[in-house]
């Protein structure tokens, strides 16, 4: 009896031993969220994977290959805006010269105005552009040019317009004085055409229109006077006269000889 009670015994202990084994497999391996095993939520990343805006990292803390990438893109959109600004220019080139030989308008102004005005303000428009400007509020000097050169170069051919307004300031001695108080503006305008080939002379001037039953601030004027010239050929140069071998006369002999 005593070996059956031992027996029982081995078994039961062996059946307990077997049990816990069996709950211990049962258990979820791998490590608990308290030995840094996966959890619920995403781990926070840490600044180094923060990613980086481009434009304010310096340049020098770039690598090699990503400088020399933005230097190449730069490189090209200047090339781009070179290129788009010389065919700009050359439209501007074409549309001013018409695609053929051209024209030329040279365009002057002359002053002729009396003593009582002096031209303190002068400004020429060719086809709505300005070019050409001169200011003297002083009214000392530039009063006392008699011509000035507005315009001379190669226009396209066919219509333009040319305008012109010139202010004058009053000028007068002992009664007369008051004069310099006022300002008198005088316009003109002309229409003309640039012929092909030539050179389409423009010659305006300031003058005083009426006579002395005009009111002196209706007396300013322009007046716009237009001829076509033809451009001077370039002579030719003159070839040396050919000479035939044994044609080549002598020269007289001396008397006496």
Not at 124 to 129: E, V
Request: net charge positive; proline share 9%.
């Amino acid at each position: 009896m005593r070996g059956a009670h031992l027996v029982v015994s081995s078994l039961l202990v062996l059946a307990s031993t077997v049990g816990g084994a069996a709950v211990a497999d049962n258990t979820p391996s791998g490590p608990s969220a308290g030995n840094g095993g996966p959890s619920a939520t995403p781990p926070t990343p840490t600044p180094s994977q923060t990613p980086t805006d481009p434009s304010t990292v310096n340049p020098e803390d770039m690598p090699t290959a990503v400088r020399m990438r933005r230097l190449e893109q730069k490189t090209q959109a200047l090339k781009e805006r070179a290129w788009q600004l010389k065919a700009r220019v050359q439209m501007l080139k074409e549309q001013m010269l018409g695609g053929g030989v051209g024209a030329q308008a040279v365009v002057t102004h002359g002053n002729e105005m009396g003593s009582s005005f002096r031209l303190i303000k002068l400004i020429y428009s060719l086809d709505g552009t300005e070019v050409f400007a001169r200011t003297d509020d002083t009214a000392e000097s530039l009063y006392k040019a008699k011509s000035f050169d507005v315009f001379a170069g190669p226009i396209s051919p066919g219509n333009h317009t040319v305008s012109a307004v010139a202010t004058y300031r009053g000028h007068g001695y002992g009664v007369f004085e008051y004069l310099s108080k006022y300002t008198f503006t005088a316009k003109g305008s002309n229409a003309f055409v640039a012929g092909e080939g030539k050179i389409a002379k423009v010659e305006c001037k300031g003058y005083e229109k009426g006579g002395p039953t005009v009111p002196l601030e209706k007396r300013a004027a322009i007046d716009c006077n237009v001829t076509q010239v033809v451009p001077d050929a370039k002579p030719a140069d003159k070839a040396p006269a050919s000479t035939t071998p044994g044609t080549t006369p002598m020269p007289n002999a001396e008397p006496g000889k």
